[in-house]
Structures are given as structure tokens and as C-alpha cells.
């Protein structure tokens, strides 16, 4: 039985995201995945900072941007929300939901959509940002192919994590 054949008192579907947790608002869906991606982004950004050593790099992107670890981490944190949020916008469609539905399921599909956005973000977009406003031979293709590893890591983390959030009362 989908949940489109559920319905309330009334007659209407009720929205898939309050269907499993009827008792639920909305509103802790989103609240979910910005704290599992805040949760993931956390890790990521220790592992990134301790193995990596380029953490700082991430404050160069932005043009009021400083190459310092305390702007990379704040950058950070508002990145890893905003992505966790995305996440669920992605796992919440028809077609990536059962793929999804639980922890062992969501570590791979948070480790490709970890791997889609270190693609997007370190391949495509940074290259293209660094050059108007970085300084782009300094960052080097460090920033380009180092966090490979950590943005899957953080992927595997949040794919994790969000069903979970979601079964907390």
C-alpha cells in the first residue's frame, strides 16, 4: 500500500514527508536533514582539516573570503546545512526515495550524491569562481582533487544519519 492510497478523515493524501510520522510537522523534516548535514559536515571538516591541511582554502572562494580556518569553518557549516538540506529535496522525489528509505541503503546513495557534488562544486564551480575572485594557482588542484574522499565520507555520513534523525520523537 503506497501513500497515495493513504489518506486522512478528510479524504486527502496526507504530504510524504509527515506520512510515516503522521504526528509530525513538516517543518522537522528540514530540521532533520540540516542536522544530519551539519552533523555529517562536522566530520568532514575535522578530516578535512587534519589529513587534507587545506581547510583554509575554502575561505578563499568566497570574495570577502580570508584564507583562514575559523571563515572555513563557518562557511562550512553553513554549506553542510544547506547541502543536507538539498539532500532531502533529492531522497524525498519518487524515483531516490526507496533507494533511501533506510541507513544501509542511504550510505550509498549519500556516497554518490557526495561524489555529485564534490564534482560539481571542486571540478566545475571552484576552478571557475577561483578565477574571478582567488587566487587560483595558490589553491592548486589540491582544492580540485583532495577532498574527493571527504565529500563522499560526507555523503556516506548524511545517507546515514538522515533516516535516523527522522525516526527521533
Do not use: C, K
Not at 578530516?47 to 569553518?73: D, K, R, Y
Not at 575572485?133 to 577532498?147: H, L
Amino acid at each position: 500500500m503506497g501513500i497515495e492510497s493513504v489518506s486522512d478523515s478528510s479524504g486527502e493524501v496526507p504530504d510524504r514527508r509527515t506520512a510515516t510520522f503522521p504526528d509530525r510537522p513538516d517543518w522537522l523534516f528540514w530540521l532533520h536533514a540540516a542536522a544530519a548535514g551539519l552533523i555529517a559536515g562536522q566530520v568532514f571538516a575535522v578530516w578535512f582539516q587534519f589529513t587534507i591541511g587545506t581547510m583554509p582554502a575554502l575561505g578563499t572562494v568566497f570574495p570577502l573570503g580570508e584564507p583562514s580556518v575559523s571563515f572555513a569553518w563557518g562557511i562550512h557549516v553553513v554549506t553542510s546545512a544547506l547541502f543536507g538540506v538539498l539532500y532531502a529535496v533529492v531522497v524525498d522525489s519518487d524515483a531516490v526515495r526507496p533507494y533511501a528509505s533506510t541507513s544501509t541503503r542511504g550510505v550509498l546513495v549519500g556516497a554518490v550524491f557526495g561524489a555529485l557534488l564534490w564534482f560539481l562544486l571542486n571540478v566545475v564551480f571552484w576552478p571557475f569562481w577561483a578565477t574571478m575572485f582567488a587566487d587560483w594557482p595558490a589553491i592548486g588542484s589540491a582544492a580540485v582533487m583532495g577532498p574527493a574522499t571527504a565529500h563522499i565520507l560526507w555523503g556516506e555520513l548524511l545517507g546515514g544519519l538522515f533516516p535516523q534523525l527522522r525516526r527521533i520523537q
